[in-house]
């Protein structure tokens, strides 16, 4: 079993940054990609940011120029680092891993950490 621990949400000002992280209880390397997710008040939980092993990147457009995520291998946690950001982007954050299991694809889901922007 894989475990996710995700910290760094919180309340923040419009234009304001947070780091959000995701530390797994195994290797990255068993992940094929890693993402972060977010569920707005719509309750729709939508991909706001991924990074395969090979370290390419795909953001959504809503957060490009502004969302980076990333990773560290030695430490097995995907980061998001969050700049200007605006009200729209007050969600529930979630992190994401996928790997291959008996052949399919198989996701992993954190917790769960609030990030709130408003002044």
């Known amino acids: 079993q894989v475990q996710l621990v995700e910290s760094g949400g919180g309340l923040v000002q419009p234009g304001g940054s947070l780091r959000l992280s995701c530390a797994a209880s195994?290797?990255?390397?068993?992940?094929?990609?890693m993402a972060w997710y977010r569920e707005g008040s719509g309750n729709e939980r939508e991909l706001v940011a991924m990074?395969?092993?090979?370290?390419?990147?795909n953001y959504a457009d809503s957060v490009k120029g502004r969302f980076t995520i990333s990773r560290d291998n030695a430490k097995n946690t995907v980061y998001l680092q969050m700049n200007n950001l605006k009200p729209e982007d007050t969600a529930v954050y979630h992190c994401?891993?996928?790997?291959?299991?008996?052949?399919?694809?198989?996701?992993?889901w954190g917790q769960g950490t609030q990030v709130t922007v408003s002044s």
């Open positions: 990074i395969d092993t090979g370290g390419s990147t």
């Open positions: 994401n891993f996928k790997m291959w299991r008996d052949g399919l694809p198989y996701d992993y």
């Open positions: 195994r290797s990255i390397f068993s992940f094929y990609a």
